[in-house]
């Protein structure tokens, strides 16, 4: 059994083994833990063959850019398979955690862990229909990596009270919108380092079995397009609707502030790709500087909280 590190001292109070459970029946502290035994060790078994099943994707990723043609193919038909089950197992595990309580758990971990799994979500469905099986090289290990940290450092007990099906649209689009905009830093990144490589003439191995980079901009747009637009509507109905979602007033807050900057920066990188023809290392820089600043504002405040300043 792997020992699991929990950060809310309100833990300690559960009967059961404290470091198992992630959330304690408070109404009824004399009852048994409502995460027993039984379930953290599946949780836990799920969660390593989820982990397992990325970091195989990982290698399959890297065969299915085979040089052949027939390589490529049947590696990718394994890939999509082994991605299915993955994503099984991890969501499975996802849901038992997420479950706990009369209302979701979304602490730091866990919450880490959730938008992997709609990253890869993502990333499986949009490689169906555009040439993006190449992002597996980052996506994947870094869903591994993820879904480790959730398992093992799931951190502060965050229920979220989200009583109406409008709440929960609302964190979907959410997620649905960070997802996107990961597989375009993805993207950029990638398109970085190809464009290093033709700069100095050096493209080889696998950089030789990826799109043109005209294809790979394209692409990197479109992700950019879609990810702002499901960012607008996240934005717009967060702002205008939160006392139907949350139960609370809006309140122009630090997480507020850093999306709508990191919204702006992404409306300015749309605006110059049309108007001015941006692209290149100005739309990766731009890319990843946008990226950044949403991503401090998704999780920024809550990892120095939960984990820096509790150290």
């Given at each position: 059994m792997?020992?699991r590190q929990?950060?809310?001292?309100d833990?300690?109070?559960?009967?059961?083994?404290?470091?198992?459970?992630?959330?304690?029946?408070r109404?009824?502290?004399?009852?048994h833990?409502?995460?027993?035994?039984?379930?953290s060790?599946?949780t836990?078994?799920?969660?390593?063959l989820?982990v397992?099943?990325y970091v195989?994707?990982?290698?399959l990723?890297?065969?299915?850019?085979?040089?052949?043609?027939t390589?490529?193919?049947t590696e990718?038909k394994?890939l999509?398979?082994?991605?299915?089950?993955?994503l099984?197992l991890?969501?499975s595990?996802?849901?038992?955690?997420?479950?706990?309580?009369?209302?979701?758990?979304f602490a730091?971990?866990?919450?880490?862990s959730s938008?992997?799994?709609?990253?890869?979500?993502?990333f499986?469905?949009s490689?169906?229909?555009?040439?993006l099986?190449?992002?597996?090289?980052?996506?994947?290990?870094t869903?591994?990596?993820?879904?480790?940290?959730g398992?093992?450092?799931?951190?502060?007990?965050?229920?979220?009270?989200?009583?109406?099906i409008?709440?929960?649209?609302?964190?979907?689009?959410?997620g649905?919108?960070f997802?996107?905009?990961?597989l375009a830093?993805?993207?950029?990144?990638?398109?970085f380092?190809?464009?290093r490589?033709?700069?100095?003439?050096?493209?080889?191995g696998?950089?030789?079995?990826?799109?043109?980079?005209?294809?790979?901009?394209l692409?990197?747009?479109?992700l950019?397009f879609s990810?702002?637009?499901?960012?607008?509507?996240?934005?717009?109905?967060?702002?205008?609707?939160s006392?139907?979602l949350f139960?609370?007033?809006?309140?122009?807050?630090?997480h507020?502030?850093?999306?709508?900057?990191?919204w702006?920066?992404?409306?300015?990188l749309?605006g110059?790709?049309?108007?001015f023809g941006?692209?290149?290392?100005?739309?990766?820089?731009?890319?990843?500087?946008?990226?950044?600043?949403l991503?401090?504002?998704?999780?920024?405040?809550?990892?120095i909280?939960e984990?820096?300043?509790?150290?």
């Amino acid at each position: 059994m792997i020992r699991r590190q929990f950060l809310n001292s309100d833990f300690l109070n559960c009967p059961c083994d404290s470091t198992l459970c992630p959330i304690a029946t408070r109404s009824n502290p004399a009852s048994h833990c409502v995460f027993d035994q039984r379930t953290s060790n599946l949780t836990d078994s799920l969660n390593i063959l989820a982990v397992i099943a990325y970091v195989a994707a990982t290698a399959l990723t890297i065969r299915s850019m085979g040089p052949t043609q027939t390589q490529g193919k049947t590696e990718l038909k394994a890939l999509r398979l082994v991605l299915v089950v993955g994503l099984f197992l991890h969501g499975s595990a996802l849901a038992m955690v997420l479950g706990v309580g009369k209302s979701p758990n979304f602490a730091l971990g866990t919450t880490v862990s959730s938008v992997a799994w709609i990253i890869v979500m993502l990333f499986l469905v949009s490689s169906l229909r555009a040439p993006l099986t190449s992002l597996g090289i980052l996506v994947l290990p870094t869903a591994a990596i993820a879904t480790l940290v959730g398992w093992l450092y799931p951190g502060t007990l965050h229920a979220l009270a989200l009583g109406s099906i409008a709440a929960k649209f609302h964190l979907l689009i959410a997620g649905l919108s960070f997802g996107l905009l990961s597989l375009a830093v993805a993207q950029s990144i990638l398109l970085f380092f190809l464009d290093r490589l033709i700069r100095n003439k050096h493209p080889v191995g696998f950089w030789l079995s990826l799109p043109p980079m005209e294809t790979m901009e394209l692409i990197l747009f479109r992700l950019i397009f879609s990810g702002f637009t499901l960012l607008t509507v996240t934005l717009i109905s967060g702002m205008v609707f939160s006392d139907r979602l949350f139960g609370q007033p809006f309140v122009l807050n630090h997480h507020v502030t850093l999306a709508v900057l990191a919204w702006l920066s992404f409306a300015v990188l749309l605006g110059g790709h049309r108007l001015f023809g941006w692209r290149g290392r100005t739309a990766v820089n731009w890319t990843l500087a946008s990226f950044v600043i949403l991503t401090l504002g998704y999780f920024g405040t809550r990892f120095i909280l939960e984990v820096l300043l509790s150290n």
